[in-house]
């Protein structure tokens, strides 16, 4: 029989072996996470099974009007013609003004030189469409002005286009990449979407540190289709519902973060969906001038469900930035006949134009997006 002092003496060494190994063991997980920062608490992540237990929920709110908004002048030399809706002719600014406010919660107002600095030899990439080249204008106008204009330049490489802040020795790009998986030329010129291939946009992806992607409007164009065939291996589809093929791409999209992107080093973002107002042909939006008080009976987009179905089974925490309810109340914020320069006798004849209620005027709704952003990292 063992002697009982022996008992207590074997217990003791038991016990405090395995709180040695059980706080490695949590110092390992939470050195894997600890890129998600301090700032946690102020983030909005409807996200996978990795949630936080913190959570501050920006997706419910409203806009309010703020006269210290905008962050920058429309002047920001890196914006596009299509974006610059006050110099194009837009009579009213009030779009620039206003900011969203979460319910029990703040955005913290974006601060250029302390975005940067935490970025700091660091590359970050915003992967998608044209409304994803949208927000990147509205980040690069946002940091460009605390960085004298001969320490910063733009490079390009193939679909990417890169902003480099010399002195912080970062970069924020963009990556043409509308489906992300990839659409090729085949035989008679038709259009095929390779459901299973990626690499042709992903190569681009590698040894970035901070990736954001979107991918929703390019799968259901209303007004045509963005291909002719879609392709699975060896196999040629004619008429694929589009919804389908779109969990299927995003399936390819998953399975590529999984096995080549290492949480410890790249963190993963992905938009959702920016809401269209292209009612009465693109005339929803026309002329207005204040966001929307509430949406009684938020509309949720079946992108956006079947987006959250496919990040709810990937191994990696993929981030959802959910901006798709609160820019809904935003039908002010789009260009509309704006997006191209408006002279006097132009605006004569409004409605000979076209009228672009898909993107979004700058300053303006993509800025708030990037606060948001900011407050993620």
Same mark, same amino acid.
């Given at each position: 029989?063992?002697?009982?002092?022996?008992?207590?003496?074997?217990?003791?060494?038991?016990?405090?072996?395995?709180?040695?190994?059980?706080?490695?063991?949590?110092?390992?997980?939470?050195?894997?996470?600890?890129?998600?920062?301090?700032?946690?608490?102020?983030?909005? =992540?409807?996200?996978?099974?990795?949630?936080?237990?913190?959570?501050?929920?920006?997706?419910?709110?409203?806009?309010?009007?703020?006269?210290?908004?905008?962050?920058?002048?429309?002047?920001?030399?890196?914006?596009?013609?299509?974006?610059?809706?006050?110099?194009?002719?837009?009579?009213?600014?009030?779009?620039?003004?206003?900011?969203?406010?979460?319910?029990?919660?703040?955005?913290?107002?974006?601060?250029?030189?302390?975005?940067?600095?935490? =970025?700091?030899?660091?590359?970050?990439?915003?992967?998608?469409?044209?409304?994803?080249?949208?927000?990147?204008?509205?980040?690069?106008?946002?940091?460009?002005?605390?960085?004298?204009?001969?320490?910063?330049?733009?490079?390009?490489?193939?679909?990417?286009?890169?902003?480099?802040?010399?002195?912080?020795?970062?970069?924020?790009?963009?990556?043409?990449?509308?489906?992300?998986?990839?659409?090729?030329?085949?035989?008679?010129?038709?259009?095929?979407?390779?459901?299973?291939?990626?690499?042709?946009?992903?190569?681009?992806?590698?040894?970035?540190?901070?990736?954001?992607?979107?991918?929703?409007?390019?799968?259901?164009?209303?007004?045509?289709?963005?291909?002719?065939?879609?392709?699975?291996? @060896?196999?040629?589809?004619? @008429?694929? @519902?589009? =919804?389908?093929?779109?969990?299927?791409?995003?399936?390819?999209?998953?399975?590529?973060?999984?096995?080549?992107?290492?949480?410890?080093?790249?963190?993963?973002?992905?938009?959702?969906?920016?809401?269209?107002? @292209?009612?009465?042909?693109?005339?929803?939006?026309?002329?207005?001038?204040?966001?929307?008080?509430?949406?009684?009976?938020?509309?949720?987009?079946?992108?956006?469900?079947?987006?959250?179905?496919?990040?709810?089974?990937?191994?990696?925490?993929? /981030?959802?930035?959910?901006?798709?309810?609160?820019?809904?109340?935003?039908?002010?914020?789009?260009?509309?006949?704006?997006?191209?320069? =408006?002279?006097?006798?132009?605006?004569?004849?409004?409605?000979? /134009?076209?009228?672009?209620?898909?993107?979004?005027?700058?300053?303006?709704?993509?800025?708030?997006?990037?606060?948001?952003?900011?407050?993620?990292?």
């Amino acid at each position: 029989m063992t002697k009982p002092s022996s008992c207590l003496f074997l217990i003791f060494f038991v016990a405090i072996s395995f709180n040695f190994f059980h706080c490695k063991s949590s110092g390992f997980n939470l050195e894997d996470l600890s890129w998600l920062g301090e700032m946690d608490e102020e983030v909005n =992540m409807v996200q996978n099974q990795h949630a936080s237990r913190r959570r501050c929920d920006f997706t419910s709110g409203e806009w309010v009007f703020d006269q210290s908004y905008p962050l920058y002048d429309s002047s920001c030399p890196y914006l596009t013609t299509a974006v610059t809706c006050k110099q194009n002719g837009r009579p009213d600014s009030d779009y620039e003004k206003w900011r969203w406010r979460p319910h029990g919660c703040s955005i913290p107002r974006f601060d250029a030189l302390e975005f940067l600095g935490r =970025m700091r030899r660091k590359r970050i990439m915003l992967v998608g469409d044209s409304i994803m080249r949208n927000q990147w204008e509205s980040l690069v106008c946002l940091v460009h002005s605390v960085i004298p204009t001969a320490r910063r330049t733009v490079t390009y490489n193939g679909p990417a286009m890169a902003f480099h802040a010399l002195d912080y020795e970062m970069s924020i790009e963009f990556s043409w990449a509308p489906l992300l998986v990839e659409l090729k030329k085949g035989f008679g010129g038709k259009r095929i979407l390779h459901l299973d291939l990626i690499e042709e946009n992903a190569k681009y992806w590698r040894g970035v540190d901070v990736l954001v992607f979107d991918s929703a409007h390019w799968w259901t164009h209303s007004d045509k289709s963005s291909w002719d065939l879609t392709m699975e291996g @060896n196999t040629v589809f004619r @008429n694929s @519902n589009p =919804m389908v093929a779109y969990e299927k791409g995003l399936f390819t999209w998953a399975k590529w973060v999984d096995l080549n992107l290492d949480p410890r080093k790249t963190r993963v973002i992905f938009r959702s969906m920016s809401p269209r107002h @292209n009612r009465e042909n693109g005339w929803k939006c026309f002329n207005q001038k204040e966001p929307l008080g509430y949406a009684s009976h938020p509309h949720v987009p079946e992108q956006l469900l079947v987006l959250q179905g496919v990040l709810r089974r990937m191994r990696f925490p993929v /981030y959802l930035q959910d901006i798709t309810t609160m820019s809904a109340l935003r039908r002010d914020g789009h260009p509309s006949v704006y997006a191209r320069a =408006m002279g006097e006798e132009n605006k004569q004849h409004l409605r000979d /134009y076209s009228s672009d209620c898909s993107h979004w005027c700058l300053p303006g709704v993509p800025d708030i997006w990037n606060e948001m952003f900011s407050a993620l990292l």
